[in-house]
């Protein structure tokens, strides 16, 4: 009578063990993926490496008033105005953002319909294990009404 082969058993429980974690990673994966796209007080969506926007969330929606379908595949200096677009000033960042990890900026953004609102931005340089520059995140928040109460509140004093 043989015996049943011991390392067949490791081998069965390594390969459950990765299913495991596979399907946990997935799991955590599609849960952030919920939080991103549910978020509604920060725009937060990703960037290729040349600035083209390739996802969208419910914030960025609600602040700068473009759908999804809208705004993925065109550039984010769409959201600048002019004079920035004009000095090349989007693609700045993402060069900062590039060498420095992340860049960070305070100042007037641009809504679909040319409204304009003042922002908190933050824009992280998103890179692979070997290093290369695989894209961008970015966060806004619209400080509008911030910035609105502190200019009233400089003015009473």
Do not use: C
């Amino acid at each position: 009578m043989t015996q049943p082969h011991k390392n067949l058993s490791l081998v069965s429980q390594e390969s459950d063990a990765r299913e495991s974690k596979g399907n946990r990673s997935q799991q955590g994966d599609d849960v952030f993926r919920l939080l991103v796209e549910s978020v509604k007080d920060y725009a937060i969506f990703l960037l290729d490496p040349t600035g083209v926007v390739t996802t969208w969330n419910q914030g960025a929606e609600r602040i700068k008033g473009y759908l999804a379908k809208e705004i993925i595949g065109q550039h984010f200096s769409r959201f600048y105005p002019q004079e920035a677009i004009e000095s090349k000033w989007p693609d700045r960042e993402l060069e900062i953002a590039s060498k420095e990890g992340r860049y960070t900026d305070e100042g007037l953004r641009v809504r679909k319909d040319g409204s304009t609102f003042w922002a908190y931005v933050v824009i992280t340089a998103l890179r692979d294990d070997k290093g290369e520059l695989r894209g961008f995140s970015k966060v806004t928040r619209d400080l509008t009404e911030r910035r609105d109460l502190e200019e009233r509140t400089r003015q009473l004093n």
